[in-house]
Every structure is written in structure tokens, then in C-alpha cells.
């Protein structure tokens, strides 16, 4: 059975803030190689050299379904996000550091920037002490709020600017224990000093502001998302394919929120010597699979925009046609598209290595490369980089329904 994972939850949502940009830029079917869907996406983003890609795809999740709600386009600072996430997780890692696992991290110690890292235990408990890291960014949202670009906005764009922010948060962590503080007993607050401007003032130059100017109103980011986005997070639920018996559902599921309007936050292991191009794609005739096959290089998080079944054509897809394509069965898809977090063209990954090309920064998952992943034996997995979609909680309702 496909796994469901559900929050327990009812808080007012709260998520990501966004702000106004120029002249409204969809993505629609006449521009996009496949065409079944039409949703209207904002522009493709970068996210630079953070390994941040859960954050842009929840960003570009929720622009779209603002965009397609009254359509207004908006632009999230992904970043504001990451710097809650960044605090959240060394406040969890400190807390469990002997001295000289914290002498180590002030030597060569990085920032948690990938969904790999779990946040603190509160969050994790507001989705059941689920596994999959998407609902952390969720819980992350609705507790923190998050800002508008234009008010908040710190992009990494080289790696030695990378190497600088790391390098600050080190020292000033290291200036914090020689004044005295037990770094394992720092409050989230505390810690996120830790991140702004370090000795050389190399670190990140503010905290993400939790009040800010919008259209003529000072609010904040939870008033911004309650009267603004009017997005609830307890709206969507995350599902979790773990074996090849479990993703046909998982593929119809998607293929679901897609027909109905929904792009799709889609996680997944990744080996980028399976990107050609904008494609990703599996080994078809393969006689054993294993997480190095597709997992090498960690895992990533998009956005699904569209789906095409085999034999599919090009050209706007009637209603009709749309709810045949839609029963077809799960054997039949021939690929996902996505909108990725990788700019527009030929593309390097946070560790400076290529990683794919598109010219305009949408990429193609064949089916091959989603049935790759299902057949890695569970012993081998890795289970934070499990395949990880996020969909309407009406659809997963009406799911369990009918069986």
C-alpha cells in the first residue's frame, strides 16, 4: 500500500511570503514540450550554490497555486527559509555534540543546508515524527512564516562565497565558546547570531525580518500568509512510494493533482550521470538495481508541472482527452516534466560539477528512471532520499476511499 502520511496539526497556515514581481510569466502547454497539463508557473529560479533545492520547489509550489488562485505572481526568498532551517538544525546538532565533535565542526564544519539534516524535535512531531523532510519544510513554514524577496534576499552564487559563509559560522562559534557560552545549550535565538555577520563580516548579513512593509502595510510574516497567500499547508499531504508493488498508485496520484490544476513538489534520489541534457533517465534493462545507481549523488526536489503518456502528441490536450489520458494506466506514462531549481541553461551542482542543460529550465523524467529507483532493494535505501510526493490531502482522501 502506498504509504500516506498525515499531520496532526490544525494550526492557521503559514507559509512562505512572497512578493510582486513585473508582467505575470506562465508556463503553459504552448511552451512546454509536454503538453497534457496547463498550469501557470512562475518564472524558473536558481538556487545557486545552497544545497537548497526543498526549499524552491515548496517555494514554486505555492507561487503557482497563488498565481493560479487570483493571478498574481509572487517571488519567494527561498533563502529566508533555508536561514529558519540552518538554525533549527545546528540547534539539534549541537545539542547532541560532545566536545570534540563540536572542536571538529569548528575545524571543517559545514551549515545544514539539504533536507538530509533533520530540524529540531518539535517539528519533526508535528508530522508524527515522519522521516520524509518535506513535511519538515511545511511544519518549518507554518511555525516561522518566511518574507517577501524584495524584503529579505542573500543569494550564493559562487563557491567561494559558499566557503566564506561557512567559514564566518565557524568563527563565530568558535568567538562564542571562548565567551563562555556551552554551545550544546544554545537556543535557537542564540544560534541564529551564529549565522549573521561573522569577524570579517563574511557571514549572512541579517536575520530574515519578522515584520516588513507590504503594499502600504507593516504586518507579519504569518499575517502576510493568512491574508495574502491564503495557502494552507494542512491542505496537502506528502506520499511516499518505497517498492516497485507501490508505484503505479503513486504515478496515478500524481498524475491526478496534475489533471486538476496542482503542480506537484516531487523528491527523489538523484545520480546526475543519468541527466543527458534536460532528461533523466533509467536503466531499462538492468538485471540488479542499487542505490548508487541513482542515489550516488543525494537527493533533489522539483516541481512537477506536467505528465505525457507513451504515444503521446504535441498540442493542447481537450477535457476529454485529458480524463483518457488520465486513466490510462501507470505502465503507460512516458515521462514527468518539471520545473527544476537550476536556472536556464547548462547547469553545475552546489559542488561545482555538471549536472544537466535546459534552455529553459524544465527537465524530463522518464518512467524508466522512476521504476529504476522503485526496484532498489529497501535494505540499501536511503531513507531520507526516499521518493517523496506532495499532493491535495482531498485527493489522498478520496484515494482511500475507494478502496
Known amino acids: 500500500m502506498l504509504e500516506m502520511l498525515k499531520s496532526r496539526l490544525a494550526l492557521p497556515f503559514v507559509l512562505l511570503l512572497l512578493s510582486a514581481c513585473g508582467s505575470q510569466n506562465f508556463k503553459t502547454n504552448e511552451k512546454s514540450s509536454l503538453e497534457t497539463v496547463a498550469i501557470p508557473q512562475t518564472e524558473v529560479r536558481d538556487q545557486g550554490r545552497l544545497g537548497i533545492c526543498w526549499a524552491y520547489g515548496t517555494s514554486a509550489l505555492i507561487e503557482s497555486e497563488l498565481l493560479k488562485l487570483n493571478g498574481t505572481q509572487v517571488d519567494i526568498s527561498e533563502e529566508a527559509i533555508a536561514f529558519e532551517h540552518m538554525a533549527e538544525a545546528l540547534r539539534a546538532q549541537f545539542a547532541k555534540m560532545m566536545s570534540s565533535d563540536l572542536l571538529d565542526f569548528m575545524g571543517r564544519g559545514a551549515l545544514p543546508e539539504g533536507w538530509a539534516t533533520r530540524t529540531t524535535p518539535e517539528l519533526a512531531a508535528m508530522y508524527e515524527n515522519s522521516k520524509y523532510v518535506q513535511h519538515d519544510a ?21 563557491p567561494a562565497q559558499k566557503d566564506q559563509l561557512f567559514r564566518a559560522v565557524r568563527q563565530n562559534l568558535h568567538q562564542a565558546l571562548q565567551n563562555g557560552f556551552i554551545i550544546q545549550n544554545l537556543s535557537v535565538e542564540q544560534i541564529k547570531d551564529l549565522i549573521l555577520i561573522g569577524p570579517n563580516g563574511n557571514a549572512f548579513p541579517s536575520r530574515p525580518p519578522t515584520t516588513f512593509s507590504w503594499q502600504g502595510r507593516t504586518m507579519s510574516s504569518l499575517e502576510f500568509v493568512k491574508d495574502v497567500l491564503k495557502f494552507d499547508s494542512d491542505d496537502w499531504e506528502a506520499i511516499a512510494v518505497k517498492n516497485e508493488e507501490n508505484l503505479p498508485q503513486f504515478i496515478q496520484l500524481v498524475k491526478r493533482a496534475l489533471a486538476e490544476g496542482h503542480s506537484v513538489p516531487l523528491a527523489f534520489p538523484i545520480n546526475i550521470d543519468r541527466i543527458s541534457g534536460d532528461i533523466f533517465t533509467g536503466d531499462r534493462n538492468a538485471k540488479q538495481y542499487n542505490w548508487a545507481d541513482y542515489g550516488r549523488d543525494g537527493g533533489h526536489l522539483v516541481l512537477v508541472t506536467d505528465f505525457i503518456n507513451k504515444g503521446g502528441s504535441r498540442g493542447a490536450v481537450t477535457d476529454a482527452n485529458l480524463q483518457l489520458e488520465l486513466m490510462k494506466p501507470a505502465a503507460d506514462l512516458d515521462a514527468f516534466l518539471f520545473k527544476n531549481s537550476w536556472g536556464v541553461g547548462a547547469k553545475t551542482n552546489e559542488a561545482g560539477k555538471p549536472v544537466g542543460s ?34 491535495p490531502r482531498s485527493l489522498v482522501a478520496s484515494e482511500l476511499k475507494l478502496r
Open 138 to 158: 511545511l511544519a518549518l513554514i507554518k511555525l516561522k512564516g518566511a518574507v517577501p524577496e524584495s524584503a529579505w534576499s542573500f543569494k550564493i552564487k559562487t
Open 358 to 391: 535546459s534552455v529553459d529550465g524544465y527537465y524530463r523524467m522518464d518512467l524508466s528512471y522512476l521504476s529504476g529507483i522503485a526496484k532498489i532493494p529497501a535494505a540499501t535505501r536511503n531513507p531520507w532520499a526516499a521518493t517523496l510526493a506532495v499532493v
